[in-house]
């Protein structure tokens, strides 16, 4: 192919745009997910959490798929879903409103690890007509408390550690946010399987996705929004990684007491699960969701 360019300058801006092409980072066609789809019947959205992608959901697809039209997002950024340019928690929760109302889904049920409960929270919030039964799976309204112990921490006085958490990943490399991962497996999962899954889903990951998403999950509190919520809400806590029985005792009440503005929501919790627990327990993860969804 032959280009014929009229003059110096024509070609010096050729050039130019060549350059800043070619420097750009590949980025996704600017939306914040893929959607993969399986089933049929009741529409459930599947939202994976940090660093995770739509396989953290395996054992839930397998056992619903014969009852439900199952939508597993795969977050832009990670897992190797190519980065947008701008990501954030809140246009995640925009851009899965946008897909609601496109795909014309009745009231789907959002089931959320982690972030991806907080997103389901954050939707069901800003929404509430919306959607059906949320399942926040070891998310809370807000994070903060889990750094502090107290839940009359503020976004105010997490701000701080939320910027030093957000410049500290932004300077990692895939490989060494897996090894910041690897690090802390055992909080994650004590699923040998499991585990390398969340360290290679990590190290294709982009940190500085991770580290935006970090710092708006950080400074993003929804205690008192979730009282826009009337339908069923239920917050499922992991307290595997708790040194003992006092500590979890703690955190139970934590966990509570960020529900006390809700008008339909429960806690239940799994004192030997990790974090990731759709790969520790999936039987009884399947089997709670069956209860909350009355399948």
């Known amino acids: 192919m032959q280009f ?36 049929s019947g009741k529409p459930i959205i599947l939202i994976p959490g940090m660093m995770s992608s739509g396989k953290v959901w395996e054992s839930v697809i397998g056992h619903f798929e014969a009852n439900a039209e199952l939508h597993i997002l795969s977050v832009a950024g990670f897992d190797g879903v190519s980065p947008v340019a701008k990501p954030s928690l809140h246009r995640l929760k925009n851009e899965i409103i946008d897909y609601i109302d496109r795909k014309n889904l009745s009231r789907p049920v959002l089931v959320g690890h982690s972030m991806g409960g907080l997103t389901a929270m954050l939707i069901a919030s800003h929404q509430p ?13 807000f994070i903060g408390p889990v750094f502090t112990g107290s839940n009359g921490t503020n976004v105010e006085n997490l701000r701080p550690q939320a910027e030093q958490m957000k410049a500290y990943f932004s300077s990692l490399s895939p490989e060494q946010l897996a090894q910041q991962t690897q690090m802390g497996i055992l909080r994650h999962t004590t699923d040998i399987a499991g585990q390398n ?18 710092f708006d999950t950080m400074t993003t509190d929804i205690r008192k929004q979730i009282s826009k919520i009337s339908q069923p809400l239920l917050l499922i806590g992991a307290f595997g990684a708790m040194p003992d029985d006092q500590a979890k005792a703690n955190a139970r009440k934590t966990y509570q007491q ?32 069956e209860k909350a969804l009355e399948m």
């Not at 801006?13 to 060549?18: G, M, N, Q, T, W």
């Not at 809700?262 to 969701?289: C, G, K, T, Y």
């Open 258 to 289: 960020q529900l006390v503005s809700a008008q339909n929501a429960r806690l239940i919790v799994h004192n030997e699960s990790r974090h990731f627990v759709m790969l520790d327990v999936p039987d009884w993860l399947n089997e709670q969701l």
């Open 129 to 141: 007509e919306q959607v059906g039964t949320i399942v926040s799976i070891d998310g809370l309204p």
């Open 197 to 214: 899954l969340v360290i290679q889903m990590a190290s294709r990951s982009d940190p500085k996705t991770s580290a935006a998403l970090m």
């Open 4 to 39: 014929y360019f009229r003059n110096l300058r024509s070609l010096s801006c050729y050039c130019i745009a060549l350059l800043v092409f070619m420097a750009m980072p590949a980025l996704a066609d600017e939306n914040m997910f893929k959607v993969k789809v399986v089933g």
